[in-house]
């Protein structure tokens, strides 16, 4: 089962461990020597996710929006991002050179493309810039690409 993630990125220490706990039930769910965790592994459920999948036992698949993606992320996450991206099987990249709303969502794109589903850390409301969560889940939506959004009851981000 290839699973892809999506979601929102600056959530506070409450909703972070809740959303942990989701992931980790939802990863869980899955036999271990079938599940493919594709993620940007950016700062958040997307790196929170992979993590998960890897300590289940499954495998991971890295999906790198832009060259200069890692260095738009923060600077505290880059050896989380580093390990991360060490540890997958495959690496799949846009050719884009710019870290910016384009690139995001046509990583995304190809995310939901080799995703057999989709894991979105969604609050259900719009996305606040081009590419974000709501933009990936429609899009998803649009292709066919079943969706499972998780996101704890009154959390808000």
């Known amino acids: 089962m290839r699973v892809g993630i999506t979601g929102h990125r600056g959530?506070?220490?409450?909703?972070?461990q809740r959303v942990r706990s989701m992931?980790?039930?939802?990863?869980n769910a899955y036999d271990a020597a079938e599940l493919v965790g594709i993620s940007c592994i950016a700062d958040g459920p997307d790196a929170w996710f992979a993590e998960a999948v890897l300590q289940h036992g499954g495998s991971l698949e890295v999906i790198v929006p832009a060259g200069?993606?890692?260095?738009g992320l923060p600077v505290w996450h880059h050896a989380t991002y580093d390990a991360l991206l060490g540890r997958a099987t495959d690496v799949h990249e846009t050719g884009l050179t710019t870290s910016d709303s384009d690139a995001h969502m046509a990583g995304?794109?190809?995310?939901?493309?080799?995703?057999d589903e989709m894991l979105?850390?969604?609050?259900?409301?719009?996305?606040?810039?081009?590419?974000?969560?709501?933009?990936?889940?429609a899009y998803a939506e649009r292709t066919g690409t079943p969706v499972r959004v998780l996101w704890p009851e009154g959390a808000t981000r």
């Open 11 to 16: 959530l506070g220490p409450d909703v972070e």
């Open 68 to 71: 200069e993606y890692r260095a």
């Open 120 to 137: 979105a850390v969604w609050d259900g409301k719009p996305a606040r810039g081009y590419g974000g969560t709501a933009d990936v889940v």
């Open 23 to 27: 992931l980790d039930t939802a990863v």
């Open 108 to 115: 995304s794109e190809i995310l939901v493309g080799i995703s």
